[in-house]
């Protein structure tokens, strides 16, 4: 099946720093998602993004499908960005609806 | 729109004890998918349905599991019986197709086992 591999796997930054979270995928994609796990555990939808460049306030995020890999972008970090950033994929042209999840990056953001 | 609605939030039982896990989708979904979430083997799908009809049911564990649909605002996922190594969180997701639409979560069902 196809891999998602999430990169790094930590992360500590300052408050106010910028940040830059990669997935990698080993298949073409019809759907590539970013979600925020809170401390809560909710998923939140950051971007569904299978290809191209999209943004939302602080957060933006790059698809390059050829390449397969896709960037998530977090300017002026607060800590309310902690928690886990997963990205989630599902397979081009399988039979398969489901998304592949990676690992996850995990963020903390210090005061 | 309400989102994904799904019930109890937390569920604490004991082994050898039915569990049952509701959801209800955003209306106008035709596709509803259950995952579970630990720690050992990440986000990974349970099953998914298509207009009701279980679609991909390869990621159940067991016979344990069992999941229904009997309408499209409403899904069931059953453990019976349940085992501790079932504690996690379970999430419902529903979106318009399979595949090229945005998937949106709920909260989650935290349940353990005791």
């Known amino acids: 099946g196809i891999q998602v591999e999430q990169s790094p796997p930590d992360l500590i930054l300052q408050e106010g720093a910028n940040s830059t979270l990669r997935c990698n995928f080993s298949?073409?994609?019809?759907?590539l998602q970013w979600f925020h796990q809170n401390p809560w555990g909710q998923l939140i939808n950051l971007f569904y993004?299978?290809?191209g460049t999209k943004q939302n306030g602080r957060l933006s995020a790059t698809t390059v499908a050829t390449e397969r890999y896709s960037l998530l972008y977090i300017s002026s970090s607060q800590t309310t960005d902690s928690g886990v950033y997963f990205c989630?994929?599902?397979?081009?042209?399988?039979?398969?609806?489901?998304?592949?999840f990676g690992k996850g990056t995990k963020l903390s953001v210090k005061p | 729109d309400a989102g994904v609605i799904q019930s109890p939030r937390h569920e604490v039982t004991e082994m050898g004890q039915e569990v049952t896990l509701r959801c209800k989708p955003i209306?106008?979904?035709?596709?509803l998918f259950w995952y579970r979430q630990t720690m050992m083997r990440g986000l990974e799908l349970l099953i998914y349905?298509?207009?009701?009809?279980?679609?991909?049911d390869s990621g159940m564990p067991e016979d344990r599991f069992s999941a229904k649909m009997p309408n499209a605002s409403f899904s069931t996922l059953k453990i019976q019986p349940s085992e501790p190594r079932d504690s996690a969180v379970y999430f419902c997701?529903?979106?318009?197709?399979?595949?090229?639409?945005?998937?949106?979560f709920g909260p989650g069902t935290r349940l353990t086992v005791l």
């Open positions: 997701a529903s979106s318009v197709s399979a595949g090229y639409n945005e998937q949106f």
């Open positions: 298949d073409s994609v019809n759907n």
């Open positions: 993004i299978p290809s």
């Open positions: 989630a994929v599902v397979r081009y042209g399988g039979s398969q609806g489901n998304l592949i």
């Open positions: 209306s106008g979904h035709d596709y």
């Open positions: 349905f298509n207009n009701n009809v279980p679609i991909d």
